[in-house]
């Protein structure tokens, strides 16, 4: 008979044997071969990606490349530049600002044309073209820069291209719909404009851009008047890319359906922003700058 000293007195009382480090080597190993299986997918459809979006660019004659001086290839490069600035105050605000609801919405703007650049350049890399634009900017509009003939860029009639004018354009609820773009001056890369003397204020790349002497004083701005600096700045930096969109987003200007559905979709979303920076600085008893 066996002695029921020796029995444990509980059957859940059973020692369970502890696992050896070779135990846990063993079972861990499965899923590191699966993680780094999966990290090694990754890697091979970002190569490949790499691999499709070289071979295309190698051939830039292809049907779905545009001319060099097309309107497709042009708004790609210059609002790949506007844009570039606009994420640059939006990081101002966010490393300076101290307004939770100023900052959120240079979040907001940071990220959504930080993914519209890399769309762009994509596509110009595709295209076998330059992300700068090497001309004038926005001469694709039929602008110009300060050195073309024949052009008073102060005449709204030159901004009718194909019948389309966009001078009266209405460009959203922020009580800005009735900006006349027509008569933005079309300056080249922050060169005065023609026939303007030398003394005269510094010249933006482009309408709605800051001037580099606006970007040093922003940068150097601490505290709340930080907030009221950067919608200011972006409330006049989205209207004046407003004109850019408007004509790429026109099938009489662009044939590629995906240019003209990302600049429709950028102007309804900067069309939103200006309502909404409009009334952030009416709350804060600020007025918006006179588009340059």
Do not use: C
Request: charged fraction near 20%.
């Amino acid at each position: 008979m066996t002695d029921s000293s020796e029995r444990p007195e509980n059957p859940d009382d059973t020692t369970t044997p502890v696992a050896t480090d070779d135990a846990v080597e063993t079972s861990s190993r499965p899923r590191i071969l699966l993680a780094l299986g999966g990290a090694a997918l990754l890697l091979f459809g970002v190569g490949l990606g790499l691999l499709i979006q070289a071979s295309l660019a190698d051939d830039p004659t292809g049907e779905d490349s545009p001319a060099a001086n097309s309107a497709a290839v042009g708004f790609a490069q210059d609002m790949t530049r506007h844009h570039e600035q606009g994420v640059e105050l939006a990081a101002i605000e966010l490393e300076h600002g101290t307004d939770p609801e100023v900052r959120s919405m240079a979040f907001d703007i940071l990220t959504a044309q930080s993914n519209e650049i890399g769309q762009m350049q994509s596509w110009l890399s595709r295209w076998g073209r330059p992300v700068t634009n090497p001309g004038a900017t926005m001469a694709w509009m039929g602008h110009g820069g300060s050195d073309t003939e024949g052009h008073d860029h102060s005449d709204p009639a030159d901004h009718t291209e194909g019948g389309h004018d966009h001078g009266s354009m209405d460009h959203g609820d922020g009580g800005h719909g009735d900006m006349d773009h027509g008569d933005m001056p079309m300056p080249t890369s922050g060169a005065p404009a023609s026939g303007a003397p030398e003394s005269d204020a510094e010249q933006p790349a482009m309408p709605g851009m800051a001037t580099s002497t606006e970007m040093e004083q922003f940068r150097a701005m601490r505290g709340p008047e930080v907030d009221i600096r950067f919608l200011q700045l972006m409330l006049r930096h989205h209207e004046g890319g407003l004109h850019m969109m408007e004509y790429a987003a026109d099938p009489a200007n662009v044939e590629q359906t995906y240019v003209r559905d990302l600049a429709s979709s950028m102007k309804r979303t900067q069309d939103k922003e200006i309502a909404i920076i409009t009334q952030m600085l009416a709350l804060r008893g600020a007025q918006p700058l006179p588009m340059n």
